[in-house]
């Protein structure tokens, strides 16, 4: 969770401190896009707010050392001799 909102409250004041949008053309609706998880059109800003978020959450589950709390979504192999 605290790499989640990091990760939003880190581009945030980026956004605010380089102006990486335009907001005038972010609420045009032409210009949205639908979001992968969510599967409906959301501001261009959102949608890449979720994709850096997901990225950042993926990389830090593949830090050596970090305990993970959610199991890992794969099936275990089990050996037929057991």
């Not at 909102?5 to 945030?12: A, R, V």
């Not at 053309?25 to 979720?50: C, F, G």
Request: net charge negative; glycine share 2%; hydrophobic share 45%.
């Amino acid at each position: 969770m605290l790499v989640h909102e990091l990760t939003h409250q880190t581009m945030f004041l980026d956004e605010l401190r380089y102006a990486h949008f335009s907001y005038a053309d972010v609420l045009d609706r032409s210009t949205w896009e639908k979001s992968t998880i969510l599967n409906v059109a959301r501001q261009l800003d959102k949608v890449l707010h979720s994709i850096i978020v997901a990225i950042e959450i993926l990389l830090f589950r593949d830090m050596p050392g970090i305990l993970l709390l959610h199991a890992f979504t794969r099936q275990p192999t089990y050996s037929s001799d057991s």
